[in-house]
C-alpha cells in the first residue's frame, strides 16, 4: 500500500531525452525498456511504489526517507553500469519528503508535490540531489546506509521557481557515482533581482504556456488586464521559470515610481 502522511518522494528525469529521441530513433526504446526496468527495481526492492510514470519519468513514494537514498544510489549505479549502446541515458533524480495523502487513485499534497518536483529539476544527469527535509530524517540514521558508503555534500540554501522559502539541497555521495557537476539550476545560479514570492504560483497553464511562447516571438510583451487581477504576479513567474534561457539572467524594473518619462529608457 502506498505510504500516506509523511512521504519522502523521488522523482527522476531523463537528460535530454528529446535530443535522445531525435538522434536516435531506432534504439531508443530500448534503452528506455532498460532504463525503466532499471530504476523500477531499484525502487521495488527498497521498499518503494512507483504510482506513476509520466513519458519517462518516474514519480515514487517511499515510507522512510533513508530507503529512497539507498533506491536513487541503487538506480545510478545500475544506469552507469548499462552498456547502453549509442542512446546513453543519464537520469536526474531528486528526493523530498513532506506531507502528503494517498487517495487509491492519486497523491494530494500539492505542496510537497511541486517541491519534489523542483528538487529534481535542478540538478543534471547523474546526479542525485536531496532536500534538507530529507537530509534531516537521513542524518541520524546512517548506520542503516553505511553498507553502501554514502553521504552527504552541502550545497547551501537555494533559491527555486515558485518556492516560498529557500530551501537547503544536498548531493548524495557514494563510491561509483559522479561527483563533479555544473551549478545547479536554482535561481540563484543566474543574475537576476527577482522578489521572494510569499505565495505559491497555482493555476493559469494555459496562459503561461502562451505568454512563454509569445515571449521567444517578441522583444516587448505587455499583459494587459484590470487592476490587481494578478499581471505583476504573473510575469515575475514566467521571468523565474524562464531564467534558464537567458545566460544575463532576468531582472524586473519599477516604472509605475518613474514620473520623468524621459528615465524609462
Not at 519522502?8 to 536516435?24: P, V
Not at 510537497?112 to 540531489?129: D, K, N
Not at 555534500?153 to 537555494?158: C, I, N, T
Request: contains cysteine; aromatic residues 8%; glycine residues 10%.
Amino acid at each position: 500500500m502506498n505510504p500516506s502522511g509523511n512521504v519522502t518522494f523521488l522523482f527522476t528525469d531523463i537528460e535530454g531525452s528529446t535530443k535522445l529521441a531525435q538522434d536516435y530513433p531506432d534504439t531508443l526504446q530500448s534503452a528506455l525498456e532498460k532504463h525503466n526496468k532499471i530504476m523500477r527495481n531499484a525502487v521495488e526492492s527498497n521498499n518503494g511504489y512507483v504510482f506513476e510514470i509520466v513519458g519517462d519519468a518516474f514519480c515514487c513514494a517511499f515510507e522512510k526517507a533513508e530507503d529512497a537514498v539507498k533506491a536513487a544510489v541503487d538506480a545510478q549505479l545500475g544506469l552507469s553500469n548499462e552498456n547502453w549502446g549509442e542512446a546513453v541515458i543519464k537520469t536526474r533524480i531528486g528526493i523530498h519528503s513532506g506531507t502528503a495523502e494517498w487517495n487509491g487513485k492519486i497523491y494530494m499534497g500539492y505542496i510537497t508535490l511541486a517541491r519534489s518536483a523542483r528538487v529534481m529539476s535542478c540538478g543534471y544527469g547523474e546526479q542525485v540531489i536531496i532536500s534538507g527535509s530529507t537530509y534531516e530524517l537521513c542524518k541520524d540514521k546512517f548506520y542503516a546506509i553505511k553498507e553502501k558508503n554514502i553521504s552527504f555534500r552541502d550545497l547551501g540554501e537555494r533559491r527555486m521557481k515558485d518556492v516560498i522559502q529557500p530551501i537547503r539541497l544536498y548531493q548524495i555521495i557514494s563510491p561509483g557515482l559522479r561527483e563533479e557537476f555544473p551549478p545547479l539550476k536554482t535561481l540563484d545560479a543566474r543574475p537576476n533581482n527577482l522578489p521572494v514570492q510569499l505565495t505559491s504560483f497555482i493555476g493559469r497553464e494555459e496562459v503561461m504556456q502562451n505568454l512563454k511562447k509569445l515571449i521567444g516571438e517578441t522583444r516587448l510583451l505587455t499583459i494587459i488586464g484590470s487592476g490587481g487581477g494578478g499581471k505583476t504576479r504573473l510575469a515575475m513567474q514566467i521571468g523565474a521559470d524562464l531564467i534558464d534561457d537567458f545566460a544575463n539572467g532576468v531582472f524586473i524594473a519599477e516604472l509605475a515610481p518613474i514620473i520623468d518619462p524621459s528615465l524609462i529608457i
